[in-house]
Structures are given as structure tokens and as C-alpha cells.
């Protein structure tokens, strides 16, 4: 046992070195080459320079983010050094998801070596986005949270929620699926208990800013409301092959007008239509899944099963977020990687597992392609051409069949728990 151990150990700081030299080697990239960095333009000038000037910038964010992104500016004043500083920050908390997966895989009794290996595999295939956005630290804010839950820990399990919540809007669709783990059993103290510690944390955060300003806090709740159809999603992608043949008349809004809200848009009578109502349609999915996983779960006594199911379901509502938003920037897929990474160790059909991983690894590798032919060899904006948009609908529907999957997982346990002669 104490070898076995001492190879996990030695494998984790392997992949820590590893992961450590990829994140240096974007460092050295953006300095010898001289790119404008998101993390320059956006969270040094837009966001964190005002804020030391004294000055509230636009909340497109919830608040408890700008902690984060407050805290490489303590450390370096200047624009480069602060990009050094955020670079250093996400690395931080990508080894920390890389421990929390080691710590999860003991103790579901799966491979630590593999469950390592897959999460930094998909983790350096999206370094670019880790290291120019901030959606690794609600990722793993969620994965720990999903951590203390398991180790009977609810009370940390739901601040932590809510802090992530709080940091990036996407972990709040968590917080119901958590309180259907005591819902199903009748304990409604536990869920009480729960939904006090999530009221707790988030309303300590956002009354002070409410007290400040009520305008800039409802800021971050409305900014994406009116949003048109980001050139990325789902639905612009299914959507643009009818404007290629003729049958509807679609164009692009480039990111550098106003109103863009900072990304291309796909507009036109259809899109502006179908813009409307995928918010709806969105909310009611993931209220499906949240639905049936308390149906599935109330009914099933196998405690592995109940993990997996609630691994699926967190992996799901992040799924149908993503694929049914009026956006889908390609740094969303970091979201995915901890519950995907559980998944594949989790799921019983080991052959299958693999295909997942493989669809998950070229479909990554098809999201840094699009993005490279995109923006750096097109330019973006109204230079975006057919063979952009089919590329970036083969990467959709890619992360569509992984949905798929998560469903029919769920399915599959559904049908093994009514017939198993042990379900209630």
C-alpha cells in the first residue's frame, strides 16, 4: 500500500512539474510574441485599474470575483507583471482540482493515476483559455464543494457553493441538485441547514454592494439579458447552414461595435427570434435533469450508483447551460472538465470510457483550432466564413454527444434500480 502510495505521490508532482511547465511556456509565449492577453485588455484596464483608482467598474461579473482578480494587482503594479501574477494565480488553483481529483479518486476507489492523467490531459489542452480567463477557479470552487459534500462536510459544501456562485453565476444551478440529496431522504433539516448556509454566504456578499449601489449590483444579473446569438453557440451553428442556403438571412456583429457585448454575434430576424427564447428553454432542461435525478435518486440504495448519479447530474445542468445558452465561449468547456474527468473513471463500461475520452480530447483540440483560424488568421468579426461556422458546429455537436451520454447514463441506472429486487 505505502508503494502504491508513493507512486500516486510520485505522479502528482509529475503532472504538477508538467502543468507547471506549460503554464510558463504561455508566459514566455505572450512576452516573445507580444499578444494582447484578455487578462491585459480586460481585467488589468477594464476591471482591476479602476477598482485601485477608486471607481466601480461595470459589474459584468458577480462580485466575489473581483477578488480574484484583484489579488495578482497586490503583488505587481504593471500590466505584464500582472498577467504574470494571474497566470500564476490559475495554475494554483489548477493543482488544486489536480489534488481534489486525486483525493476524490481514493476515496470512490478508482485509479488516482488515470483520474490525474485525464484531468491534466484535458486541462492542457485548454491552457490557453485557463490561463487568459478566470473559469478555472468557479470549476474547481464547485469540485470542492462536490468534495465536502461527500465527506460530510454540508456546511462548507454550501458556502463554498455560494462563494462560487458568487465568483461566476453557473455553480447556483448546483445548489438545487445538493438540497435534492436531503429532499429525497425526508430530511428536511439538512436541507434547511443547507439553504441557510447558501442564503448566508451570498447575501454577506452582495448586501454590502446593494447598500453601495443597487444599480451595479443588479448590473451583473441583467447584463446578459439582451445578448444576441454569440457566433459560438449551439444554436447560431445550427442556424447558419439555412443562411448559407438561402433560406434565412442571418449577418454578423463584430465584437468591436457597441452593443457586441465584447464577442461576434450571429444576428437576423430567425436568430433575434430564437435569441429570446433559449433562456426559457435553457431553465426548463436543467430543471429536467435536476427533476429526475431526485426521481432516480429517491429510488435507488447503492452508494456508488447514488455518487455516480449526482456527478452525472451535476455534469449535465453544466452540459445544458452551455449547449442551450445564448453563448458558448470556448473557456465554458473548463467548467466540465472536473465532472467529466469522475465520469470517465466513473462509468462502468470501460470501452465506452475511452471513446469518451477520445471525443472529449479531439473535440478540445478542434475548439483551440477554431479559435486559432478564427481570431488570429480571419480576424474575427465579419471575416468569419462558412467553413468557420460548419467547424465550429462539428465542436457543438461533439459536446452535444457528451450530453447525450450524461443522459443516458442517468437512464441506464434509472432501468438497473427498478430492476434491482433491492430498490425501494
Known sequence: MLKEMDRVQRVEL?????LAVAFIGYIIAIYVGDFETEVIRDRYW?????????????????????????????????????????VIEMYVFTIIGLILTRRLAEKLEFSQVKAMTVYSVLMVLLLEFITDRYDIVP??????????????????????????????LYPAMYFPIFLMMYIVQNDW?????????????SAVIFVPLMLIDPDLFMGFLTYHSNRPL???????????PFSMMGLIETSIYPAWMEGSFGSDNLVGPVPDAVAGILSPIMVLCVLAIIFYYAYIRKHEDREKERIYLLVLAML???????????????????????FFTLV??????????????????????LTQVNCVYIYEYLGGGTNINDLAMISMLIRNLMIVATLVITVKEMVRIHKECIASPTAE
Open 14 to 18: 509529475l503532472l504538477s512539474l508538467a
Open 316 to 338: 449535465g445542468v453544466t452540459l445544458v447551460f452551455m449547449l442551450i445558452g445564448k453563448v458558448f465561449s470556448s473557456q465554458y468547456l473548463i467548467w466540465a472538465i472536473p
Open 139 to 168: 470549476a474547481v470552487m464547485s469540485l470542492a464543494a462536490f468534495y465536502l459534500l461527500l465527506t460530510k462536510r454540508p456546511m462548507w459544501a454550501f458556502i463554498l457553493l455560494a462563494l462560487g456562485m458568487m465568483t461566476k
Open 189 to 201: 433539516k439538512g436541507a434547511g441547514k443547507g439553504f441557510f448556509w447558501f442564503a448566508l454566504t
Open 230 to 240: 454569440e457566433v459560438g453557440s449551439l444554436a447560431a451553428t445550427l442556424l447558419y
Open 344 to 365: 470517465i473513471m466513473m462509468m462502468p463500461d470501460r470501452a465506452f470510457s475511452k471513446k469518451l475520452t477520445y471525443l472529449l480530447i479531439v473535440s478540445f483540440i
Open 46 to 86: 477594464k476591471d482591476v485599474e479602476p477598482l485601485f483608482n477608486g471607481e466601480i467598474p461595470i459589474m459584468e461579473y458577480p462580485p466575489f470575483a473581483f477578488v480574484f482578480m484583484i489579488i495578482p494587482r497586490l503583488f505587481f503594479a504593471d500590466p505584464f507583471g500582472y498577467n504574470v501574477g494571474f
